[in-house]
């Protein structure tokens, strides 16, 4: 396959992920194999200090025949960075990107091909599509903090139903469009890749998944509350100053 000019291009950010990392590689390397698709996945190291470059190059020496696995450099901080480094260095057809943690099975993968071949510009996860599901039920807490959050976000995004579905595919010129002109870094960054593709009147397929809530996370509800009002008061003016 050419490694230049994959049909899909998967950017999965990091930070300190060696402990999960390998299962998720190892997983999604096993569901690209069955795709009649060339494949990148593109890790985004936003500078670990712990064995996730061994852990990249250890499934990389089994990976299926159309499936490359590379590791590239981020040094500005935070997810969002990581996220476009990886997409606006990408030359595939389509281009996306899910977490670490792979809280979205990699089943859904072809789903989302099928839409992004039938020639929807973004194709997201979602776990408030029809037919998605919960594999282990969020706590009270979480599930208040995430209504709150998508009444906050919602006169940005539009229809959309769930904005934090760490899974998000485009086609290329789509990723071109949208993340040129991203510039959050923290929580506010999916909402401001939505809204940005909602001002750029993208339509967004929102994809059914079953969810797993993963332990580890960084988010907690009451000690990032300000912060997170903040980054979306954020993302509103830079969508006022966007041409």
Not at 22 to 32: M, P, V
Not at 72 to 84: H, L, N, P, S
Not at 218 to 242: I, N, Q
């Amino acid at each position: 396959m050419s490694q230049r000019n994959p049909d899909l291009d998967i950017v999965v950010p990091v930070y300190n992920e060696e402990a999960r990392l390998g299962a998720t590689l190892r997983a999604l390397t096993a569901h690209t194999a069955t795709l009649p698709l060339s494949v990148a996945i593109t890790v985004v190291d936003n500078g670990s200090v712990d064995r996730t470059a061994e852990v990249v190059d250890e499934v990389a020496e089994r990976r299926p025949d159309n499936t490359v696995l590379r590791l590239i450099g981020c040094a500005r901080q935070g997810k969002g960075a990581a996220v476009r480094r990886g997409l606006l260095a990408s030359t595939a057809r389509w281009r996306g990107f899910c977490d670490a943690d792979l809280s979205t099975p990699p089943q859904v993968l072809t789903d989302v091909i099928g839409h992004l071949e039938r020639g929807a510009p973004v194709v997201i996860g979602s776990r408030r599509a029809p037919g998605a599901s919960y594999a282990v039920p969020q706590p009270l807490v979480r599930r208040l903090g995430s209504s709150t959050f998508r009444m906050l976000t919602r006169p940005l995004v539009g229809d959309v139903a769930d904005t934090q579905c760490g899974f998000k595919f485009f086609s290329g010129e789509a990723a071109e469009q949208v993340f040129r002109r991203v510039t959050a870094n923290g929580f506010a960054f999916d909402v401001e890749v939505l809204a940005v593709a909602n001002r750029l009147g993208l339509p967004v397929v929102e994809v059914p998944v079953r969810w797993t809530d993963q332990a580890g996370s960084s988010f907690h509800v009451w000690t990032h509350g300000k912060r997170v009002v903040s980054e979306v008061v954020a993302v509103r003016a830079a969508l006022a100053r966007m041409s």
